[in-house]
Nanobody, 111 residues
Framework: QVQLVESGGGLAKPGGTLTLGCRAS????????MAWDRQAPGAERTWVAR???????YYADSVKDRFTIRRAYNENKMYLQMDSLKPEDTAVYYC?????WGQGTQVIVSS
C-alpha cells in the first residue's frame, strides 16, 4: 500500500514562505496526478493545487500566483512552495494521489 508522508509545515509570518514536501513510498511516476488539499479550522477540506506526470499544474484561485507545485522524480517527492503567505492560508495541508492520502502537516500563518 502506498504511503505518503508530508513535511515542512510550521509557523510563518504573513508575507513569508514555507515549502511543504510529500514523500511517497514508491515511484511517483505511478501517479498520474498528485495534489495538495487543505483544511482550515472549522472548515471543509478544499483543493489547493495539483500536478500531472506531464508537469501540468493547476491552482485554486486563492493561491494562484503565490503557490508553486512541483514533482521531484529522483526523490519520489512532491513539493508545494508557498510564498506571500496570508493568515487565511492557516490549515492542515494534505498531499494525495486521489486515492491515497497523507496524514497532513500543520501550517500556521501569524504575526
Amino acid at each position: 500500500q502506498v504511503q505518503l508522508v508530508e513535511s515542512g509545515g510550521g509557523l510563518a509570518k504573513p508575507g513569508g514562505t514555507l515549502t511543504l514536501g510529500c514523500r511517497a513510498s514508491e515511484s511517483i511516476c505511478n501517479f498520474p496526478v498528485m495534489a495538495w488539499d487543505r483544511q482550515a479550522p472549522g472548515a471543509e477540506r478544499t483543493w489547493v493545487a495539483r500536478i500531472t506526470t506531464g508537469g501540468n499544474s493547476y491552482y485554486a484561485d486563492s493561491v494562484k500566483d503565490r503557490f508553486t507545485i512541483r514533482r521531484a522524480y529522483n526523490e519520489n517527492k512532491m513539493y508545494l512552495q508557498m510564498d506571500s503567505l496570508k493568515p487565511e492560508d492557516t490549515a492542515v495541508y494534505y498531499c494525495h494521489t486521489g486515492s491515497c492520502w497523507g496524514q497532513g502537516t500543520q501550517v500556521i500563518v501569524s504575526s
